[in-house]
């Protein structure tokens, strides 16, 4: 069994509740739970101590706060995870976030997006060698 395979966090059971504690989360699945009751926005949730797994482009919107996370791996160039869009309007394909809390969690196979802000500090982070 690889390392990966080896990982601590249970799958998340319920996709649906505004908080999560120690789960793996596949945000592909979290957004088609959120998609299918009618929201197009992953809002007001707290992940805590939680894996949230790609491959996946995270669209940083409003009230997102990270306390203690790990953006994940990026092989010594933390620019490898920033997704700049072209566009004025917005992006497509992208999973938006809006007033979420990620305290202690950890992604994996995830780039992030959002305003040039935010990105200035993913940009700013310092990557051990």
């Known amino acids: 069994m690889s390392d990966l395979q080896k990982t601590p966090w249970a799958p998340a059971k319920d996709l649906s509740a505004t908080a999560f504690k120690g789960e793996a989360l596949s945000l592909f699945e979290l957004y088609r739970e959120v998609v299918r009751s009618g929201q197009t926005i992953i809002e007001n949730r ?16 409003g009230g997102v706060n990270f306390d203690a996370t790990d953006f994940g791996y990026n092989g010594g160039d933390i620019g490898r995870l920033v997704w700049r869009t072209a ?31 935010f990105l200035q500090q993913i940009l700013a982070l310092k990557t051990a060698p």
Do not use: K, M, N, Y
Not at 46 to 61: I, S
Not at 88 to 114: E, K
């Open 46 to 61: 707290t992940f805590t101590d939680c894996r949230l797994e790609g491959p996946a482009v995270v669209a940083v919107l």
């Open 87 to 117: 566009s004025t309007s917005g992006v497509v394909g992208a999973i938006p976030f809006r007033s979420c809390q990620f305290i202690g969690c950890s992604f994996f196979a995830t780039g992030f997006t959002g305003p040039e802000a």
